[in-house]
């Protein structure tokens, strides 16, 4: 009975061990069967502020088909919530791993600096796309003039508004730089109105739910609110539900940013009433060209700037883009 149980313990220990190195070599194999099966020529990764973020999943679609056209592989990785820590984390990961090149979100942080230097001296360059960090030696920068942006939705409001206007601003993240340019445009836009005031701000945290909760307590406070101007993508729904739940006497004017479909479908309803157009498929599909010309010795320009407009209902019919978006000035 003792070596019975002493079998038995021995069968039970053997069997899951042998599945996990049957499946660990099949999972190998199919690995290895991929990459024997094509060649790259170069491996560039893409490192998102959030995975599954809609806004960074349309640059990786425009990244994706720059990448097969250049007989290059993109990887997409990053976060599955915003967190710094973890895409300098990640960043580094890359740098060890030895990759062709990185293409990343701008970061104000010491870390992010120092991790540039260290990819410069393996021969792997680094570009930022969406949010730049000038000052920290990377490659290049693609992505929209982020002051520009803030200014325009600050001209619109000026030319579509009447009388005194009380504004309320949902920023993404207050540390996040392309937001600050973004609020900055916005402020010097309004002050050449003397109609015009911005009487607060505050962060969603780059979620829908945060702008809600956002917008929901700058009304409780400034219940005289008469617009609002949200800085990142999800602001502009979640100010929308804010506003619902309010239900102040008056709804306020709305600009979001960006065209995603649930920014498009609440401007059909009415509930939004212009958003800044940037174009993220545009950002992906340039940095991958960009990185490309890079590896093959071709001069870059440190700066790229991707065109910028403002969308408003006219411009819209069943969720879809129906006109030309007049674009705002690049540089």
């Known amino acids: 009975m003792k070596y019975l149980k002493k079998g038995s313990l021995l069968i039970l220990f053997l069997v899951p061990f042998s599945l996990m190195i049957y499946y660990g070599k099949e999972t190998f194999y199919i690995e290895s069967e991929m990459t024997a099966a094509h060649s790259y020529d170069y491996h560039f990764v893409l490192i998102t502020e959030e995975v599954g973020n809609d806004y960074w999943r349309l640059i990786e679609k425009g990244a994706k088909e720059a990448a097969a056209k250049h007989n290059s592989y993109l990887e997409y990785i990053g976060p599955k919530v915003t967190d710094t820590e973890e895409r300098l984390a990640t960043l580094d990961r890359m740098i060890a791993a030895g990759v062709d090149g990185i293409i990343t979100k701008g970061m104000n942080d010491d870390t992010f600096q120092e991790l540039i230097q260290k990819a410069a001296n393996r021969n792997i360059p680094v570009a930022t796309v969406d949010t730049d960090n000038a000052q920290?030696?990377?490659?290049?920068?693609?992505?929209?003039?982020?002051?520009?942006?803030?200014?325009?939705?600050?001209?619109?409001?000026?030319?579509?508004?009447?009388?005194?206007?009380?504004?309320?601003?949902?920023?993404?993240?207050?540390?996040?730089?392309?937001?600050?340019?973004?609020?900055?445009?916005?402020?010097?836009?309004?002050?050449?109105?003397?109609?015009?005031?911005?009487?607060?701000?505050?962060?969603?945290?780059?979620?829908?739910?945060?702008?809600?909760?956002?917008?929901?307590?700058?009304?409780?406070?400034h219940p005289d609110i008469t617009a609002f101007f949200g800085t990142s993508a999800l602001d502009g729904i979640g100010i929308v539900q804010g506003i619902k739940e309010m239900e102040p006497v008056q709804r306020p004017y709305v600009i979001a940013f960006d065209i995603l479909p649930e920014t498009l479908e609440e401007m059909e309803k009415g509930h939004i009433d212009a958003t800044v157009a940037q174009y993220p498929e545009e950002m992906g599909i340039r940095a991958v060209n960009l990185m490309y010309q890079l590896k093959q010795h071709q001069h870059v320009s440190p700066i790229y700037f991707t065109d910028t407009g403002i969308v408003d209902s006219s411009d819209i019919h069943n969720g879809e883009l129906i006109a030309p978006i007049e674009a705002g000035e690049a540089q």
């Open 136 to 221: 920290s030696g990377r490659a290049f920068y693609v992505g929209t003039n982020n002051y520009q942006a803030g200014y325009l939705a600050g001209k619109r409001l000026i030319e579509e508004t009447e009388g005194p206007q009380k504004v309320g601003v949902i920023i993404g993240l207050s540390s996040a730089q392309n937001q600050v340019e973004r609020l900055n445009g916005f402020r010097d836009s309004i002050n050449e109105s003397n109609r015009i005031e911005l009487i607060d701000v505050a962060e969603s945290h780059i979620t829908e739910l945060g702008a809600a909760q956002a917008t929901y307590q700058l009304l409780k406070v």
